[in-house]
C-alpha cells in the first residue's frame, strides 16, 4: 500500500484566516482526492485532481476553496477564508488509474475558532 | 444519488465472536464496492473491494460478497480479535465516477 503524509496533522486558526493543508505522496500517483469528515458526519468527497486539472468536484467545493500541486510533489488544498462550518478532518488520497483504489493519508484536523 | 447506509453502530462483541456489519447501498449501474478501516488515530485503509456482482473480497479474516440482487456488500470475520477494534466505513464509486460515497461509518469495540 503506497505510503501517504499529510501535514500539518493539526491546524488551529480563526474564523477568516486562510490555511493551506498539504499531502506529501512517498510513491508516484496520477490522480489525487481530497475528503472531509465532520465530526459524527460521514466522509464526504469534496475533489479530484488530475494532470493538474480539477476533474472532478462536489457542491461543497466552492470558491473558498482551491488546490495546486505547484512543485510536482505536494498536493495541497487552499481554503482562503475559513468558517466555523469548516472544521473537520481532511482526508487526502491518491490513485494510479482514475478507477483505481484510493489510498488515504492520515489526516489533517482542522479546527476553526 | 448514490449512497451507502451501514449498520448503527456502535457493536460491541466479545473476542473470537463473529462479526456483521451490514452494509446496502443505492446506485445506477453496476459500482465498485470497497470496505475501509480506520483504526484509532490513523487514517483510512482498505480493507477489500470488489468490483462486480457476486465477486467476494476478502483480507485479514474479513470477508465481503458484492450481491447484486440484494444491493448488499456486508462485512462479515469469523473470529474477531482485540486488535480489530476500529470504525469500518462502506463505500461505493458509481462505474466511470472517480468520487467515493461513503455510509456513516460503523465502530466495533471488541472486548478481550
Known amino acids: 500500500e503506497p505510503e501517504v503524509t499529510q501535514t500539518p496533522s493539526h491546524q488551529v486558526t480563526q474564523m477568516g484566516q486562510e490555511v493551506i493543508l498539504r499531502c506529501v505522496p512517498i510513491?508516484?500517483?496520477?490522480?489525487f482526492y481530497w475528503y472531509r469528515q465532520i465530526l459524527g458526519q460521514k466522509v464526504e468527497f469534496l475533489v479530484s485532481?488530475?494532470?493538474?486539472?480539477?476533474?472532478?468536484k462536489s457542491e461543497i467545493f466552492d470558491d473558498q476553496f482551491s488546490v495546486e500541486r505547484p512543485d510536482g510533489s505536494n498536493f495541497t488544498l487552499k481554503i482562503r477564508s475559513t468558517k466555523l462550518e469548516d472544521s473537520a478532518m481532511y482526508f487526502c488520497?491518491?490513485?494510479?488509474?482514475?478507477?483505481?483504489?484510493?489510498?488515504f493519508g492520515p489526516g489533517t484536523r482542522l479546527t476553526v475558532l | 444519488g448514490d449512497s451507502v447506509t451501514q449498520m448503527e453502530g456502535p457493536v460491541t462483541l466479545s473476542e473470537e465472536a463473529f462479526l456483521t456489519i451490514n452494509c446496502t447501498y443505492t446506485a445506477t449501474g453496476y459500482p465498485s464496492l470497497f470496505w475501509y478501516v480506520q483504526y484509532p488515530g490513523e487514517g483510512l485503509q482498505l480493507l477489500l473491494k470488489?468490483?462486480?456482482?457476486?465477486d467476494k473480497g476478502s483480507n485479514k479474516g474479513f470477508e465481503a460478497t458484492y450481491r447484486k440482487e440484494t444491493t448488499s456488500f456486508h462485512l462479515e470475520k469469523g473470529s474477531v480479535q482485540v486488535s480489530d477494534s476500529a470504525v469500518y466505513f462502506c463505500?461505493?464509486?458509481?462505474?466511470?465516477?472517480?468520487?467515493?460515497?461513503f455510509g456513516q461509518g460503523t465502530r466495533l469495540t471488541i472486548n478481550p
Open positions: 485532481f488530475y494532470n493538474n486539472e480539477i476533474s472532478e
Open positions: 510513491s508516484n500517483h496520477l490522480y
Open positions: 463505500a461505493l464509486r458509481a462505474k466511470g465516477a472517480q468520487k467515493l460515497v
Open positions: 488520497a491518491l490513485g494510479r488509474g482514475n478507477t483505481d483504489t484510493q489510498y
Open positions: 470488489a468490483t462486480k456482482a457476486d
